[in-house]
């Protein structure tokens, strides 16, 4: 199921089913310290938590709770599979719809199934981002000298700012023996 095809259902319509989606925020997570009866008979009558996440499936994206009965935070970009939600309205002065979801399933994959992680190769010295971080680091070398020096620096002192940041923006290891 999508999140336009959620949108679309009324306020007050329950859906069940196994449909994924991305956590793409985490919002804040309180605990209630009693379940109303129509919530899932796990948590009814006892405490609970609730977290407040974004979701997404890869177009739209949906504000939605998350009834727990432990407290365990969601983290941002984790997919969950959604067995039992309902539809309801934003609490929170907005007009839109939320989810409510009350039972998820988190989906874990084994270490063969996740992506291998890009490799950024730099594109040489006049790469743009290599000019925005050498300035970065320009910059936050200068303000270490005026905050410990109380003073600007001289010709001198430039060149060896200058050295500084080309030495910690070097591909070489500084450390190795």
Request: proline share 3%.
């Amino acid at each position: 199921m999508t999140i336009k095809q959620l949108l679309d259902m009324p306020i007050g319509q329950e859906t069940s089913g196994s449909f994924v989606l991305q956590v793409i925020h985490c919002h804040k997570m309180t605990e209630h310290q009693y379940a109303m009866p129509e919530y899932p008979k796990e948590i009814a009558g006892r405490s609970y938590w609730q977290h407040e996440v974004t979701l997404t499936d890869g177009i739209d994206e949906m504000k939605a709770d998350v009834i727990l009965k432990k407290k365990r935070q969601f983290c941002r970009s984790e997919e969950l599979r959604i067995k039992s939600c309902e539809i309801i309205a934003e609490s929170s002065g907005g007009y839109g719809k939320k989810l409510l979801i009350h039972e998820h399933e988190r989906i874990t994959y084994t270490p063969d199934q996740l992506e291998e992680p890009r490799v950024i190769e730099q594109q040489g010295t006049n790469n743009k981002w290599d000019r925005i971080a050498r300035g970065k680091v320009k910059t936050h070398l200068l303000g270490s000298f005026l905050e410990g020096f109380g003073r600007w620096p001289t010709d001198e002192d430039r060149k060896k700012l200058i050295a500084y940041a080309n030495w910690s923006m070097s591909q070489e290891d500084k450390y190795d023996g």
